[in-house]
């Protein structure tokens, strides 16, 4: 990159994550209005008067868990999932002080802060009982307790323990006036514990339903009581149970028991409780909060926050000296900082002790800081000339959004029905909106009011495209059809108005559609594309298809073997092969394909970004408007993965010209681009979070090196780079074959061109352990034969090194053939020609044969002995392929493999057990 301009910089989050317990908390003192919450697998300090968002940037999963200091200066984050890790954050630089990695096998489920600021308690999270087995016997998956005392220099814990309580844990506390004493609790049984110089030691009272003469519910939350031996439980059924230490001959003067049962939330869950001064403070899933003092004598409450089912609650820093509980007594109503609830609606309310005397319902509601969303995002449209961007979702809203102003501007709900795509029309006049049962609503793009409704798809509409005159508007269906709309009069009657008709649909795969985009022909015209997970490219005849003719297609083309294809776009950026309008192609191969649509074959292959699976968005980055075009473009991608990325135009496989950064914790569910290029919006599905992302392409600018050549990327992709044994192989090929060429008996005099003929290639790249099948031998002489045709203008029958070095690594396969592959194969052979003899994944001798000499790129019986040769030195096929043969044999017997036995690691390296044959 250049210098210190990041490519992609995160500057806002929409959303946070509303289901975390605890998960929101208020930073405000004297000297600040501020929240904190986790969004994704950041975290955000938002000051609310200044409407400024501090993000925390670090984790690589989704945030688990998070706390709090009581003097609000230190933040502290952890994740769950590979790698885990713990952050202690210092709140008002928003930068970390501390991390720790693995603090946790899995990760974090649950921790809390001292009252002194110094010592931290984490619960390790459960992962799936039982799947990661400890290397040394154990078990990883007992659940830990670890208390750390971060403020020193110690790598781990102070102490950990296991919870050998037989109920996983989710919740954990320090007593507010000793942090050697802590409680915890699962569902349902609760944990005391000590620490003292032995460790930790811990008690779990027994548990029994006729001890309480009551059914009591799971538990919550439990907090010790500060200047009592009192504890409490609440539970899923609105009580709280009192702990405290009783006199009885069977039990440890400091053992606690249950001594009783306080209804407090009667019929809902009580779901968080906080402790300030002599005040119990409690939530619950009514959305009610309530005040009680220590004796559980109601004191104050707020039941018109109307804000949904609630999961946090945070206080303000109180004034130093001032004890709340005393202050309201005093004063005769309440008095307490001001705090904030977070619920699972995804709103975040702001409320002061004052709501509690307001007279009017109206009043008494609280201040809406942040809207959040309740569930995932999978629509997502840019508008194509303002500062918005539009999101639906499982929700049934469909919500516009001003991300200059970052506030939402407009919200449609439509009942019973979840949104599952969508797109705007050039002139941002219309949003169409897919659902998951098949609607499609044409929505204005200003209004969001509904134009008009189309139920013609039978299941979830995935992908909606209009053209570039708004004449045309396209939508593929789960249900693997392809829908056309038209703006016309009705009936092709001149005389009535235009309105969206439908034209027809058609079932262009046979397997689900990967990506549907419209461009512009040539002409002028728009085109209509479609990729399918059956590896075919169809072209629509949008001008001939009608409501009585239906839809007409131009070209329906297989065009992949093996690879699926991902996503795809008009192209008109050249590249290798000069081509100005083509579709562009990603693979789950990692692999561009450059398909012209004139000739419908495949002209360029190209090596994509590897930085987080296989490509699923593509789009051009437009450029900012009047800027320069200094003809370099940018093309974004996103992944299903975490990651999104910018690859700089014009394409050449370079692995230099890409970047990716993790913008979500998880999938991502949606990408897209504003319209003056500055910003790349994404959408992370589950982790209810919309993300905005600064695009600075000057940070992904690759400077030539003065002194390297345009080929010295692609060396150093080959295993040992220009200097290793490798690449010495590839020259002396390289080499031979120009000998091979000229004759290898000839007298006359050696002519050695640096190049070789083009059909020297297919024999060349099997030397190098790359095997290609008869198609793409024919992309690869195809592409070759165009090498210089941008300078030139003319085709080539010769290739030259350096251009060959560049072929070889965009064409070979990014991962080897393993075993894995091999078995997948005979499993597919053992399929077909199921007659109820072979085992599963063995085949037939005939079955192999009928298969390898009909069935896709044929091999005659000579060829096929030919092969046999050359493989094992025999030709006699009976002799050769058993009875019956399975995928282990055929590797090593046939194929000669070393060991097909042992995994073959997929290391983005051609495989180890590639066959080496001689180029005879």
């Known amino acids: 990159g250049a210098g210190d301009v990041e490519a992609l910089s995160l500057r806002w989050v929409f959303g946070f994550n509303k289901d975390i317990v605890g998960g929101v908390h208020s930073l405000t003192d004297e000297y600040r209005h501020a929240i904190f919450y986790v969004a994704s697998n950041n975290g955000v300090i938002y000051d609310t ?47 970390p002080v501390k991390t720790v990695n693995r603090p946790a096998a899995n990760g974090v489920t649950a921790m809390d802060i001292s009252a002194d600021g110094k010592h931290l308690v984490t619960l390790s999270r459960d992962e799936g009982r039982n799947d990661h087995r400890d290397p040394t016997g154990g078990e990883a998956d007992t659940q830990v307790i670890s208390i750390w005392s971060w403020m020193t220099d110690a790598e781990g814990p102070v102490v950990s ?156 820093r109180g004034l130093p000296g001032v004890d709340y509980s005393q202050a309201t007594a005093n004063a005769g109503t309440l008095k307490c900082p001001d705090f904030v609830v977070a619920t699972l609606n995804a709103l975040v309310i702001s409320c002061s002790a004052s709501l509690f005397d307001e007279l009017e319902e109206s009043g008494r509601r609280g201040t809406l800081l942040v809207q959040g969303n309740d569930a995932p995002v999978h629509g997502l449209a840019l508008h194509p000339s303002l500062p918005r961007f539009a999101i639906s979702g499982t929700s049934g809203t469909v919500q516009l959004w001003d991300y200059d102003e970052r506030r939402i501007l407009l919200m449609r709900i439509f009942d019973r029905l979840m949104g599952s795509s969508l797109a705007f029309d050039a002139k941002g006049k219309y949003l169409a909106a897919g659902f998951t049962n098949g609607a499609l ?37 789960l249900d693997k059809c392809v829908a056309i709309f038209k703006w016309a009069p009705k009936d092709d009657d001149e005389s009535k108005p235009k309105e969206w ?44 298809s009608s409501v009585t003719g239906g839809i007409v297609l131009k070209a329906s083309v297989k065009f992949e073997q093996v690879a699926v294809p991902t996503a795809c776009m008009w192209h008109s950026h050249g590249g290798a092969c000069a081509l100005d309008h083509c579709v562009l192609v990603a693979t789950d191969q990692f692999k561009f394909r450059l398909f012209d649509t004139a000739s419908n074959t495949v002209r360029s292959t190209l090596l994509a970004p590897t930085h987080g699976g296989p490509l ?17 473009r940018y093309l974004a991608y996103a992944t299903r993965g975490k990651v999104a990325g910018l690859v700089q135009l014009p394409l050449d496989g370079n692995p230099q010209k890409t970047m990716g950064a ?72 390289f080499y031979y074959a120009q000998l091979r ?36 031998v024919e992309y690869l002489v195809h592409e070759a034969s165009y090498m210089q045709y941008e300078e030139t203008g003319e085709t080539v029958d010769h290739i030259q090194f350096d251009d060959f070095i560049r072929l070889y690594v965009n064409h070979r396969p990014v991962f080897g053939v393993g075993k894995e592959h091999i078995e997948q194969a005979f499993q597919a052979l053992g399929i077909m020609g199921d007659d109820g003899t072979a085992e599963p994944g063995a085949v037939s001798r005939e079955q192999l044969l009928y298969a390898l000499e009909n069935l896709g790129e044929v091999l005659s019986r000579e060829d096929l002995e030919q092969c046999l040769r050359a493989l094992t030195g025999k030709a006699d096929v009976d002799a050769l392929i058993p009875a019956t043969m399975g995928a282990g044999e055929f590797a090593e017997n046939i194929l000669g493999f070393e060991d097909a036995t042992q995994d073959d690691e997929l290391s983005g390296e051609p495989s180890t057990m590639a066959v080496t044959t001689s180029l005879h």
């Open 662 to 733: 993790i913008c979500h914790a998880g999938e991502l569910s949606a990408m897209g681009v504003s319209w003056d290029g500055r910003w790349m919006i994404t959408a992370g599905g589950p982790d209810l979070c919309v993300h905005m992302v600064k695009i600075q392409t000057e940070g992904l600018v690759v400077h030539d090196d003065p002194d390297g050549s345009a080929v010295d990327p692609f060396m150093a992709l080959l295993e040992g780079g220009r200097g290793g044994a490798f690449v010495q192989e590839i020259v002396d090929y």
């Open 49 to 95: 008067v200044n409407k400024t968002q501090k993000i925390l940037q670090g984790h690589a999963n989704e945030i688990t868990a998070c706390c709090v200091s009581e003097d609000k200066r230190w933040v502290v984050t952890a994740d769950a999932g590979p790698d885990p890790m713990l952050v202690v954050w210092d709140s008002f630089t928003g930068l």
């Open 741 to 776: 060429s000229q004759g290898e008996d000839s007298k006359a005099p050696r002519q050695i061109t640096g190049s070789v003929p083009l059909t020297e290639l297919p024999n060349l790249v099997r030397a190098l352990g790359y095997y290609p099948s008869e198609r793409d």
């Open 501 to 544: 008709v439908f034209l027809g649909k058609h079932n262009a795969h046979y397997r689900p559609i990967a990506d549907l985009q419209f461009g512009v022909g040539p002409d002028g015209q728009p085109e209509l594309v479609t990729i399918g997970q059956d590896r075919v490219l169809v072209t629509y005849d949008l001008g001939r």
């Open 161 to 316: 323990a296991k919870v050998a309580v037989g109920d996983f844990q989710h919740s954990v506390h320090f007593a507010l006036d000793d942090p050697n004493q802590l409680v915890s609790n699962g569902r349902k049984r609760v944990v005391f514990w000590t620490l003292d110089e032995e460790g930790l030691n811990y008690y779990s009272p027994p548990m029994s339903q006729r001890d309480f003469k009551q059914v009591v519910g799971d538990f919550t939350v439990s907090h010790l009581l500060p200047g009592t031996t009192r504890a409490l439980s609440a539970t899923t059924d609105g009580d709280v149970i009192l702990w405290d230490q009783v006199v009885l001959p069977e039990v440890s003067s400091t053992d606690r028991r249950a001594v009783k049962v306080v209804k407090m939330h009667p019929g809902a869950a009580l779901t968080y409780i906080a402790i300030l001064d002599n005040f119990i403070v409690t939530a619950g899933a009514d959305g009610h909060v309530r005040f009680y003092d220590f004796e559980f004598r109601v004191v104050a409450w707020f039941e018109d926050l109307d804000a949904g089912p609630i999961v946090s609650l945070s206080f303000a």
């Open 616 to 632: 699923t968005t593509l789009a051009l980055v437009p450029l900012e408007p009047g800027a320069p075009d200094l003809g370099m």
């Open 441 to 477: 609503k044409v929505l204005n793009g200003m209004t969001l009011e509904e134009v008009t409704t189309f139920r013609v798809s039978k299941d979830i509409v995935t992908k909606i495209g209009f053209s570039h005159d708004t004449v045309y508007m396209a939508t593929a269906d």
